[in-house]
């Protein structure tokens, strides 16, 4: 969250190593210079202050940063006087305009979804820099929820200049898995049955008995005593079993290595309309990193309908190296992890033994384990009569 007057009056960031932080603190208190330290040693401070800054600080090391802000960024288009009075007349338009859409927001509705919900309301004809007098709130709600397939309900408040927008998703029930014919239940793996639970079909194995592979576990077939007949088996069986999971770390890897200097893209948003002001990188972003960073205004607490985003474009280059030793082992272990993680996801597991070693086509663990899984497999078959 930046503030307006650095927005506005433009600022510097001043960064101090950390083992300097404590001492820049101290100095910049007594000269009557209270500021807030970020978690990388930085501080922000307005344009003009910067002079005064720099004699606090002395002699401890820092670096300032070139002017930021919409000051900065008007510094650089001292030649593009159309553009900024076509700006300025279109922020005083629309700021001191009450009937206008400030911002939208939502309540209630999962994070995941919220971009597409945004989406669905400008669609129907609510969005920031819209007219409060053109907005009928009713027939956006009708054409958004038979439009949406996030939403169940909607609901559509506005205060002040803000549309406030309360959500309620819809809710996923899977349909229940249609059973035609019949079928028997057999085992997927080999191993040690724990527990059976029959829901249809008859039990052939009990708690304790090896079994086979594709060995059929409950019978779809009703015995004559019990009314005789054929059925679609189904149930669960848990059984213990062992597997080995192995993962290969090649001997090469390829890293980037950042190139020195950075190019920038700063463009400004007014009610929902982007506005590029400077656009430096162009548009291949190839064999570059692009870190994009949106700063919101605030005024007296509340959120402006003003924005600019900041595009930071890194140019790097592949080198390709051999890994250590421990890179290799550190590595060959976070890829188990994650394949025991996948591996689990709806099993136990009882015990895991790794071992790893170096092996011609690069570093090499493995993992023993034993878990409890359901083994029962649907297998279907055909009834025939003569």
């Known amino acids: 969250m930046i503030r307006l007057d650095h927005f506005v009056l433009g600022y510097v960031v001043f960064h101090i190593d950390g083992e300097y932080v404590r001492c820049a603190a101290e100095r910049l208190l007594r000269g009557g210079k209270g500021v807030r330290f970020a978690s990388d040693g930085s501080f922000r401070a307005l344009a003009w202050e910067r002079e005064r800054v720099c004699a606090l600080l002395g002699d401890i090391p820092y670096t300032v940063s070139p002017i930021r802000g919409l000051f900065g960024a008007l510094a650089s288009l001292r030649k593009r006087y159309g553009v900024l009075l076509a700006m300025l007349a279109f922020v005083i338009m629309l ?12 309540e209630g509705c999962p994070e995941g979804d919220a971009e597409a919900v945004l989406a669905d309301l400008g669609a129907a004809g609510l969005s920031v820099g819209r007219r409060w007098s053109k907005i009928e709130r009713s027939e956006v709600e009708v054409q958004l929820l038979s439009s949406s397939e996030e939403v169940a309900w909607i609901s559509i408040n506005r205060r ?13 029930y899977p349909e229940p898995p249609t059973r035609e014919g019949y079928a ?16 249809s079909g008859i039990a052939l194995v009990k708690p304790g008995e090896t079994v086979r592979a ?5 019978l779809g077939v009703i015995p004559t005593e019990q009314g005789g007949g ?27 290595v950042y190139e020195e200097g950075e190019r920038k893209d700063f463009s ?6 982007d506005i590029n002001i400077l656009k430096i990188y162009g548009n291949s972003a190839e064999g570059c990193d692009i870190i994009e960073k949106k700063h919101t205004l605030t005024l007296f607490g509340r959120t402006l309908p003003i924005s600019y985003t900041v595009k930071t474009l890194r140019p790097y280059k592949t080198e390709t190296r051999e890994l250590s030793a ?3 082992t550190r590595l060959a272990a976070e890829a188990l992890q994650d394949a025991l993680r996948e591996r689990l996801a709806e099993c136990e597991l009882v015990s895991v033994h790794t071992e790893g070693g170096f092996a011609e086509d690069g570093y090499r663990m493995t993992a023993d384990i034993v878990l409890c899984e359901n083994i029962a497999q649907e297998r279907k078959f055909e009834f025939i009569t003569e």
Request: glycine share 6%; charged share 25%.
């Open 95 to 106: 700021v001191f305009s009450s009937d206008t859409v400030w911002d939208v927001r939502l």
């Open 160 to 172: 002040g200049t803000v549309a406030y927008v309360t959500v309620v998703p819809k809710e996923a």
């Open 184 to 199: 028997n239940v057999v085992a997927s793996f080999d191993g040690v049955v724990e527990e059976i639970t029959v829901r």
């Open 214 to 218: 594709g060995q059929v576990l409950i």
């Open 230 to 256: 054929y059925c679609y088996a189904e149930g669960r069986i848990i059984a213990r079993r062992t597997d080995r999971i192995t993962v290969n770390i090649p001997p090469l890897t390829e890293e980037r």
């Open 268 to 273: 400004i948003n007014f009610f929902g309309n």
């Open 326 to 328: 421990d890179e290799a």
